[in-house]
């Protein structure tokens, strides 16, 4: 167990619908980073916020926004979904003077139909 | 922009044997982060090892460590005495030391089978 927490395991959603995933960090990390991981594209970065601030963005879609919170959780809302969007969100955080390491959530399952 | 790449889509390996899972990469900066992660079949991912490009000194944990060679832009990592629990999908991947770059670029994975 990382001690990064997502909800929920699983989506199954259609499209054109909306919908917001959840990440915890472990405690005393700042930085909350989100990856798709799919089949035809792999793992790949979309989007990093440390201590509430937007740090980095990735091949993230225009469809797609994230935000982290005061209490440091952070939601990452996908909209206007496709079939394309079905795959495996992961949210990993870093904590100040070890942000090379990444620990990873358990990951957000969506399949959109 | 930086790219990783893993060679082998497959490897297989009998328990207790050891067997080595390739990484090389592509980048023009001098100090960067290497990370094996790992990915079984529950879909979670665990980090297994990382290394630092500053350091000459190979990293090892337990039964698994990494041949880093930074000329070569090679990183594999070996995995002795292996078990059944090993089976999984490996990642390599790739971390910039220069702020505001944090993010992991990985490659596309190594499916590792291990028979008993």
Known sequence: ?113 | AQTVTQSQPEMSVQEAETVTLSCTYDTSESDYYLFWYKQPPSRQMILVIRQEAYKQQNATENRFSVNFQKAAKSFSLKISDSQLGDAAMYFCAYRSAQGGSEKLVFGKGTKLTVNP
């Open chain 1, 1 to 113: 167990d990382s001690g990064v927490t997502q909800t929920p395991k699983h989506l199954i959603t259609a499209t054109g619908q909306r919908v917001t995933l959840r990440c915890s960090p472990r405690s005393g990390d700042l930085s909350v980073y989100w990856y798709q991981q799919s089949l035809d594209q792999g793992l790949q970065f979309l989007i990093h916020y440390y201590n509430g601030e937007e740090r980095a963005k990735g091949n993230i879609l225009e469809r797609f926004s994230a935000q982290q919170f005061p209490d440091l959780h952070s939601e990452l809302n996908l909209s206007s979904l496709e079939l394309g969007d079905s795959a495996l969100y992961f949210c990993a955080s870093s904590r100040p003077g070890y942000t090379d390491t990444q620990y990873f959530g358990p990951g957000t399952r969506l399949t959109v139909l």
